[in-house]
């Protein structure tokens, strides 16, 4: 453990991984108000949208449309300096990607060969094979790059994975080069014990700036698993904002772990980077939920109604 615990950053799925499971389609422009809500709390890293066929992920329709409207609001937040990422799930869709103006990519492989099949229909070693081309394709032409790693404790169709099995694919993809990979709890079944288990040979083989943690709040563990990923030194962390979320291939799995109390958590220790305005933000996420006709998960939100 770190004897002194680093400040940490927040990457916003919100746009993408909240949304892509919500019954409500919502159309391009009502996704760039919320993105642009998100920017004016102080969000930086934001996930905005997918490159996936629009008939597989409707709600999801449009990105390089929403990625063209986004590109001309920049001038509005230059002291900010967003970075807008695309999820890329294959070659076509990096192709498309690369025609946008998009920061930043982001891929997918997961610990379950089984979850990579239900996932996108490619076996692991499909996946390192695509990765081993498209990771240095995307430096190539100087775009981020992030790796989402998922069901790094439990796999729905697998059951419980073994940090052995998680650290096997770590070191693959610290072999091809991924500059950050972020490690998925996909169904929140992880404990603060299930994280320490997982990150100490993680830990040998990479360094914690090399990772970051994307949790789910299925069993209210969320919190708990960011304070002992922070003892670790690891300081980044996936949130989405009011705690929208699920994955459409992770039967059972809630929300995502929600940005509001992330924030709140961490300013109230004195540990977040970067400045947010927690009002601007529950401003974003209550117009959200009167744009999808639901109430969001986070618990600091409904603190903060009015």
């Not at 949208?49 to 008939?55: L, N």
């Not at 991924?178 to 603060?192: C, M, R, S, V």
Request: include cysteine.
């Amino acid at each position: 453990m770190t004897a002194r615990r680093p400040k940490a950053e927040i990457f916003e799925v919100g746009p993408r991984d909240g949304l892509q499971n919500q019954s409500r389609i919502l159309g391009v422009e009502a996704r760039e108000h919320f993105i642009l809500s998100l920017l004016d709390a102080g969000l930086r890293d934001i996930e905005v949208g997918s490159f996936v066929r629009e008939d597989r992920i409707p709600q999801l329709a449009g990105t390089q449309a929403l990625l063209a409207r986004l590109d001309k609001a920049r001038s509005r937040y230059k002291k900010l300096s967003p970075r807008f990422w695309s999820f890329v799930p294959n070659r076509k869709g990096f192709s498309d990607a690369l025609e946008t103006s998009s920061d930043g990519f982001s891929f997918f492989i997961a610990a379950s060969d089984t979850f990579c099949l239900r996932n996108v229909n490619r076996s692991q070693e499909d996946l390192f094979q695509e990765l081993a081309q498209l990771l240095p394709a995307a430096r190539k032409a100087k775009r981020l790059t992030r790796v989402y790693l998922s069901t790094v404790t439990y796999c729905p169709y697998e059951g419980p994975i073994r940090p052995a099995q998680v650290l096997r694919v770590v070191k693959k993809l610290v072999d091809l080069g991924a500059k950050e990979i972020a490690l998925g709890d996909t169904t929140g079944h992880a404990t603060p014990r299930d994280m320490e288990r997982l990150l100490t040979p993680l830990l040998k083989v990479a360094p914690a700036s090399r990772f970051a943690m994307h949790l789910h709040d299925t069993r209210g563990l969320s919190l708990a698993n960011v304070c002992q990923s922070l003892e670790m030194g690891v300081s980044k962390f996936d949130s989405s904002a009011g705690g929208l979320g699920g994955c459409p291939y992770a039967p059972g799995a809630a929300g995502n772990l929600a940005t509001e109390d992330l924030v709140y958590m961490l300013q109230q220790q004195d540990l977040l980077k970067a400045d947010i305005d927690l009002a601007a933000l529950a401003r974003a996420s209550h117009w959200l939920e009167a744009q999808l006709g639901s109430l969001l998960p986070s618990k600091v939100l409904k603190t903060l109604k009015g």
